[in-house]
């Protein structure tokens, strides 16, 4: 038997499935890998009590409470509209387009945008086969209609994807006399223009005031 086989072997008579089984399950999650997973899977049975059963109390709070607001697909846990669409205290007549829920969580982080947001879940990819239907831009439209809105911030990565997207949906409002601006991108704070791609100089000097 070769050291490898022996080694695999031995790992899994030394562990029982239902532990195997959970190592795969966290390993799949974004950023871990099976190493990853067995670090966490050991600190978190070593430590049942400060460190599993929370987890798994918050987890099975947020399997139950946590869902998808019908209004901007931002997730939250709600009776009917998440506590940003509901909060009146924030702008109905500006709504942010983000990608996902992440770039969402990213944005309210500054604490420096108060209006709503509309989260697409997607962008246009020729290569993935993702057209304009991934958008949901006619709910959109139906949104910023019934709320008076008067500018949407097309609030994008700066990729082949996210710039195409940008362009299409600013294209699409075009008509319907609501104002349509983009994230500026440029030159980051703190960044030397030695170390700047070719792109970020380039949006730095057509955004330039």
């Given at each position: 038997m070769c050291l490898k086989n022996f080694f695999h072997d031995s790992g899994e008579k030394l562990m029982g499935p239902d532990i195997e089984t959970l190592i795969q399950k966290i390993s799949r999650l974004p950023g871990l890998g099976p190493r990853s997973a067995r670090r966490i899977v050991?600190?978190?049975?070593?430590?049942?009590?400060?460190?599993?059963?929370?987890?798994?109390?918050?987890?099975?709070?947020?399997?139950?409470?946590?869902?998808?607001?019908?209004?901007?697909?931002?997730?939250?846990?709600?009776?009917?509209?998440?506590?940003?669409?509901?909060?009146?205290t924030r702008k109905n007549d500006v709504i942010c387009i983000v990608e996902s829920v992440a770039d969402l969580w990213a944005i309210e982080r500054t604490s420096c945008f108060r209006g709503q947001y509309h989260i697409l879940g997607g962008l246009l990819s020729s290569l993935e086969g993702k057209g304009p239907e991934v958008l949901m831009l006619d709910k959109l439209v139906h949104r910023c209609n019934a709320n008076g809105v008067t500018e949407i911030i097309v609030a994008l990565s700066a990729t082949v994807e996210g710039q195409t997207t940008d362009h299409y949906i600013k294209n699409f409002f075009?008509?319907?006399?609501?104002?349509?601006t983009s994230l500026a991108h440029g030159i980051p704070v703190g960044g030397e223009l030695d170390y700047l791609d070719d792109g970020t100089l380039f949006a730095a000097f057509s955004a330039r005031g």
């Open positions: 050991i600190h978190m049975l070593k430590n049942r009590e400060i460190s599993l059963e929370p987890l798994l109390l918050s987890m099975s709070r947020v399997l139950k409470n946590v869902k998808t607001c019908p209004v901007c697909s931002n997730i939250d846990a709600f009776d009917d509209i998440c506590s940003i669409c509901s909060d009146k075009s008509s319907q006399n609501i104002k349509a």
